[in-house]
């Protein structure tokens, strides 16, 4: 069964760095997103993107944040100066219409 | 965000019993909900949804309910297994948009 897949499953950087998360969603599928989920808090929406665009972004979503599909499969999350409070799992998924289907989510550590 | 609360933070249930997880939610413009099943080190994996237009839907051992006029839905799980154990993540979306929102999960332990 086909399945998004996210590369690395761990990263720690220092507070300041550039980080680059990356997804490759399932072949079929149209929109793609990023969630994040702080330790013991709930799963949040970052961003949602279609047609090589941003489709719906959160207030999380702001300047430090950016996506791109640079080719066919891949879809990636950048964080241009990360902050201690952005220590979180990351998720991508896409879907097709009806539901979203997750990868296994990178963790980051900001330290 | 508190729009979708699920209250009870753990159930444990016995194997072969049935397992009722619930969901509230407060804004009336979702039309959309999706039950998510998340093992640790795991993305969350997609089990039912449903629509606003119906009141239950069933998939094997798993029927989502939803009562509208309560705000409310519950997942069935009959019988309840031991790999079922696993936190379960209630989500809404509102027509037109594309972002789920997320309950904080219910953690469910099956016992042999």
């Known amino acids: 069964e086909p399945e998004v897949t996210q590369t690395p499953s761990h990263q720690v950087t220092q507070m300041g760095q550039e980080v680059i998360l990356r997804c490759v969603p399932i072949s079929n599928h149209l929109y793609f997103y990023w969630y994040r989920q702080i330790l013991g808090q709930k799963v949040e929406f970052l961003v949602s993107f279609y047609n090589n665009e941003i489709s719906e972004k959160s207030e999380i979503f702001d300047d430090q944040f950016s996506v791109e599909r640079p080719d066919g499969s891949n879809f990636t999350l950048k964080i241009r100066s990360t902050k201690l409070e952005d220590s979180a799992m990351y998720f991508c998924?896409?879907?097709?219409?009806?539901?979203?289907?997750f990868g296994p989510g990178t963790r980051l550590l900001v330290l | 965000d508190q729009q979708v609360k699920q209250n009870s933070p753990s159930l444990s249930v016995q194997e072969g019993r049935i397992s009722i997880l619930n969901c509230d939610y407060t804004n009336s413009m979702f039309d959309y909900f999706l039950w998510y099943k998340k093992y640790p080190a795991e993305g969350p994996t997609f089990l039912i949804s449903?629509?606003?237009?119906?009141d239950k839907n069933e998939d094997g051992r798993f029927t989502v309910f939803l009562n509208k006029s309560a705000k409310h839905l519950s997942l069935h799980i009959v019988p309840s297994q031991p790999g079922d154990s696993a936190v379960y993540f209630c989500?809404?979306?509102?027509?037109?948009?594309?972002?789920?929102?997320f309950g904080q999960g219910t953690r469910l332990t099956i016992n042999p």
């Open positions: 989500a809404a979306r509102i027509q037109g948009a594309q972002k789920l929102v």
């Open positions: 998924a896409s879907s097709v219409k009806t539901h979203e289907d």
């Open positions: 449903i629509s606003s237009i119906k």
